[in-house]
């Protein structure tokens, strides 16, 4: 057995504030990367650049990032960051700015190299130092070494073949606070997903699934304030802290088949990632339940949830109902099907009938 997460994390309330010298310390210049308005509104932009100035570290702020960033993306920041001279990045914000801020600091680092090394595995994986601020509580991505873009030629999103890790992840669920709670919902079932795909996984093993089980009862505990919309502190606390630990998770197992399934209806339909997600997620644990009915029992026993109908029940309330065309469906899985590298973290064989019976059950 194997675990490995070298990302020092700190979890505390005025997090950035408290470890801004260790914020700092990374070189000489940050290249801050975010979306537009996010890291704005929370203000874990102002917390961070207080901080920098604090300690005399110049920066640069890059907030160009795109929902589901693309490769084009990446390289225009990489062009922002050589011309800027920076010397390690600093991602806040969602899955979205953190996975480009892991790409950004490898194509930077490597800037003889065009756009054909971010999904070439031949390449050397460097990057420069990169630290990783989460604003939502849904990727993990703050300690994962994953980075998934938009590939608009073949109209999906793919994880890099790279494995970039964060030397520093500072995570404050008072940046969580800000968001619509529509957004609450869909993140925090991306988080949900990472600790079921990671628990029902082919690379799965005893610490791993340490995590995820842990991760499962601290997501329960709040999963009802999903549904009545009534959040507290313990509620975002408990969020944030599920999602950094389905990430340490996934980080030794990779997801699974809901997320490959769900890329093209995020492309296709912009339904949101963790949204196109969960409603696979129901299929998922009744077909993984034909072959270990008792891995899933477990799984739904940690978040208190008495058996498979009682979750549908709960991610159908929380989600509702996604209607889209069965054609697109069908083609989404006949992709999945011809991609062996797509099939591997299931254990059991599958069929393409079976698959489209995740969305149908």
Not at 71 to 80: G, I, L, Q, S
Not at 327 to 337: A, F, H, K, S, Y
């Amino acid at each position: 057995m194997r675990f490995y997460v070298p990302t020092e994390v700190y979890n505390t309330q005025n997090c950035v504030e408290r470890y801004a010298t260790k914020l700092a310390s990374f070189g000489k210049k940050a290249l801050i990367v975010t979306g537009r308005n996010s890291a704005k509104k929370c203000g874990a932009l102002d917390d961070v650049i207080k901080a920098l100035e604090s300690n005399d570290t110049a920066y640069e702020i890059f907030d160009e990032v795109e929902n589901n960033p693309s490769m084009e993306t990446v390289m225009k920041a990489r062009d922002f960051g050589l011309k800027s001279n920076v010397d390690f990045v600093i991602g806040i914000g969602g899955g979205s700015p953190l996975d480009a801020c892991k790409a950004i600091s490898m194509m930077i680092k490597n800037k003889d190299k065009g756009m054909e090394m971010l999904y070439d595995a031949d390449y050397e994986t460097t990057y420069l130092p990169t630290v990783c601020i989460p604003t939502t509580a849904g990727t993990g991505s703050e300690v994962t070494p994953y980075a998934i873009l938009t590939v608009h030629k073949d109209k999906t999103k793919r994880s890099l073949p790279h494995k970039i890790y964060p030397v520093l992840a500072l995570t404050d669920s008072k940046y969580t606070r800000f968001m619509s709670h529509e957004n609450t919902v869909n993140t925090a079932i991306d988080a949900l997903a990472h600790m079921l795909e990671s628990n029902l996984n082919t690379n799965a093993n005893l610490y791993n699934r340490a995590f995820s089980e842990y991760g499962l009862k601290v997501w329960g505990v709040s999963k009802d304030s999903l549904i009545n919309a009534s959040l507290e502190e313990k509620d975002f606390n408990n969020f944030l802290n599920a999602s950094t630990i389905a990430g340490m998770a996934i980080a030794h197992t990779g997801t699974s088949l809901p997320h490959g399934l769900s890329y093209t209806l995020t492309y296709e339909l912009n339904i949101p990632h963790g949204k196109a997600v969960g409603i696979f997620l129901p299929g998922y644990l009744k077909e993984y339940a034909k072959n270990d009915s008792q891995a899933v029992k477990e799984c739904l026993n940690n978040l208190d949830f008495k058996d498979i109908d009682e979750f549908k029940n709960y991610i159908d309330t929380v989600l509702g109902k996604v209607s889209f065309d069965q054609t697109l469906l069908e083609q989404d899985v006949e992709r999945i099907m011809a991609n062996e590298k797509k099939l591997k973290n299931y254990p059991f064989k599958i069929t393409a009938e079976e698959l489209i019976d995740f969305y149908e059950v």
